[in-house]
């Protein structure tokens, strides 16, 4: 955690929400490294400037500026990671009133845009499920059936999967509950989340292949609480993680990204599900206007049915193993001969 002073009371004073502090953190951070200096020491350099009275376009700010971003545009960054950590820079200064100098626009290479095409298919996900671990399993089943991206993904607890699937079960201790669970095909659980990036609340739920992995991780856990964390991944993990599975599949990337992450399951789940793009943003948790969200509500039910009557599009293994069972059915022909009054049975 960034102990700064300066940043701890930015944070306070916007009511900044964890995951977003870390972008601000990482940004000022990369910052102090480039300038050698605490954002402290550059923040009282910009006021000393302003107090003396010194023309904007000769204060060290603007320098300082356009250095930190021409740096960054000639980094690893992808072009919309540079623009996000500048303007998080500017909002900084910004916040304490710091008058930022007029800087000339900057050219930012073109993103590469993805196309369906560079999406995984049913068959990625099938491979990688086959390499991984069953919290790996889970998470992903989990992420590709949803829709849900991964900070709400993290956020989720055993409890809300657990009053998710209350109409498969009827309560008890938590792992009598998995018990049942754990023998039934069927569990579409239903979740009520908050959206980190909006704060907008929405209904999704996940498929019963997914429902069937998170059971049998949940139950590899040992001493596991409610109020535990439904996927014990840290954010960095989970990365990690997804960076291990693309490598050794040589998937290769798309554009300055992986192949395979998390965000890609997201796409995969939208490009997929055969549903309109209204009721995708609903599962999704993607804003509506204002008077939309102030008198239209959600109906979990009847959005919960329209996803069940979509879901076999999201989901990976039905498909696979219906075609491997044709493979590797064995097929038994029984010939029945008569010969006068006796009868030969070959089989």
Request: hydrophobic share 35%; charged share 30%.
């Amino acid at each position: 955690m960034y102990t700064n002073e300066l940043f701890i009371k930015f944070c306070r004073e916007r009511n900044i929400k964890d995951s977003t502090m870390k972008g601000y953190e990482s940004a000022l951070k990369k910052y102090e490294s480039f300038h050698n200096k605490t954002i402290n020491e550059l923040l009282n350099e910009a006021i000393k400037d302003e107090e003396m009275r010194i023309p904007l376009k000769e204060r060290k700010l603007k320098k300082r500026l356009l250095e930190y971003r021409n740096y960054l545009l000639n980094s690893t960054m992808s072009p919309n990671t540079s623009k996000t950590y500048f303007s998080k820079l500017k909002t900084f200064y910004i916040h304490f009133e710091i008058e930022i100098p007029h800087l000339p626009d900057a050219k930012y290479d073109k993103i590469y845009e993805t196309n369906y095409l560079d999406l995984p298919t049913r068959e990625h996900i099938y491979q990688a499920l086959e390499i991984v671990s069953i919290d790996l399993k889970a998470i992903i089943l989990f992420m590709s059936s949803s829709g849900t991206a991964k900070a709400e993904t993290l956020s989720l607890t055993v409890r809300q999967f657990i009053e998710g699937t209350s109409e498969y079960h009827n309560g008890g201790p938590l792992n009598n509950i998995l018990n049942v669970l754990e023998k039934r095909n069927n569990v579409v659980p239903t979740f009520y989340l908050k959206r980190i990036k909006t704060d907008k609340y929405y209904y999704t739920f996940c498929s019963p292949e997914a429902s069937h992995a998170i059971v049998k991780y949940l139950k590899t856990r040992e001493d596991l609480k409610l109020e535990d964390k439904l996927f014990d991944f840290t954010s960095s993990l989970l990365l990690s993680r997804f960076q291990e599975i693309n490598d050794n599949m040589n998937w290769g990337f798309k554009g300055k990204y992986r192949f395979f992450r998390s965000h890609t399951l997201r796409k995969f789940h939208a490009s997929n599900i055969g549903l309109t793009a209204e009721y995708i943003d609903s599962l999704q948790g993607r804003s509506k206007n204002i008077v939309h969200e102030t008198y239209i509500k959600t109906n979990p039910q009847r959005l919960k049915k329209i996803y069940m009557c979509a879901m076999h599009n999201v989901m990976i293994f039905t498909e696979k193993e219906e075609k491997e069972e044709i493979i590797n059915e064995e097929f038994h022909i029984t010939i029945n001969i008569f010969l006068g009054d006796k009868y030969y049975n070959i089989t």
